[in-house]
């Protein structure tokens, strides 16, 4: 009995082992945030810790040997947010095959080996954001990572061939940044989602990626442009934009009416699309529509839009058209 009481408390002791000032409440979790320690403890940390946070801290540098020192060999989930780390050896990671999420943000990371994760098989998201983050082509190289997160690292354009090397690559957050366009990243084949918001983007390209474009400098709206983002089945969130609202976004007004889309869009007088007076004729709402959407709606005679694809047939009379045609070109 005695021997089973010892074994037991010594099992107790080591499967509870916590390095000094950091706080583990169980041996799966590890806890050494806001320590003001500038090295991650290397003694008492339990094998099979799989959740190690050691963010708020002043650590500068992930050394090659910085996590194997510790000891650990089943980490799932690495905080190192908010310290002050520059430097990541190419093999910080390396031993670490469980390796799921990594959260870097809020340090001074400038540049990252683009094989540094490549060893981590499981890895699938990256938390990057609030980094002087300088982007390549090739920046890193996964199989695995599935969402990467570059918010706030003061972009303004993404090279060509950035995200080339991750393959699985889902999701992408590169929100609140000053990026211009972003038609060079839309043609990866696994991407579903990309936040944009809070950038500077001006126009909208087609693609089958579901996006967020609130808050940038976004003024017109086609009809074409709608429908293709409609044909493809892509959500796009493009509210908070300065748009212009001219006769040919009352086009697009009317489309989106008659089709039963509902669009937040304010003008840039603080009115919504549907309040504001636009100023404008049916000759001149007919007129650009003859000329944007020949390819792509048809115009019956009650005035409604129909979503059809090479779509070239106006049934209204033809006749009153050139008469109108002939008096505009005429005044």
Not at 65 to 84: C, H, M, P, Q
Not at 172 to 177: F, G
Request: glycine share 2%.
């Amino acid at each position: 009995m005695m021997k089973v009481l010892i074994l037991f408390y010594f099992f107790m002791l080591v499967s509870t082992q916590c390095p000094d000032r950091c706080r583990c409440p169980s041996q799966y979790v590890a806890s050494c945030r806001s320590l003001a320690i500038n090295y991650i403890p290397h003694d008492r940390f339990d094998r099979y810790v799989e959740f190690l946070d050691v963010s708020d801290n002043v650590l500068r540098a992930l050394a090659k040997t910085e996590l194997r020192d510790i000891g650990v060999i089943s980490l799932i989930e690495f905080n190192a947010s908010k310290n002050y780390i520059a430097e990541i050896d190419r093999e910080a990671f390396l031993g670490q095959s469980k390796l799921k999420i990594v959260d870097l943000s809020f340090n001074n990371i400038g540049e990252i080996e683009p094989e540094t994760f490549q060893r981590n098989p499981y890895l699938e998201l990256l938390i990057l954001s609030n980094n002087p983050i300088i982007l390549v082509p090739e920046f890193i190289r996964s199989t695995s990572l599935i969402q990467l997160h570059l918010s706030e690292c003061n972009l303004y354009t993404i090279p060509e061939d950035t995200f080339k090397a991750l393959t699985s690559l889902q999701k992408l957050y590169i929100n609140k940044n000053k990026i211009s366009s972003y038609d060079n990243i839309i043609s990866y084949n696994n991407l579903r989602f990309i936040d944009l918001s809070n950038n500077k983007i001006n126009y909208i390209y087609i693609s089958t990626i579901s996006m967020n474009l609130t808050n940038n400098i976004i003024k017109f709206l086609n009809i074409t442009t709608l429908q293709k983002i409609i044909n493809n089945n892509a959500s796009i969130d493009f509210s908070n934009n300065p748009w212009y609202c001219d006769c040919a976004m009352k086009t697009t007004y009317i489309w989106t009416k008659n089709n039963s889309i509902d669009l937040d869009i304010i003008c840039t007088n603080g009115l919504k699309w549907e309040l504001y007076n636009y100023y404008c004729n049916d000759t001149t709402i007919i007129d650009d529509i003859d000329v944007n959407l020949t390819e792509n709606v048809a115009i019956t005679t009650d005035g409604n839009m129909d979503l059809t694809k090479n779509a070239a047939v106006i049934d209204v009379p033809i006749i009153t058209i050139l008469i109108l045609s002939f008096l505009l070109n005429n005044i």
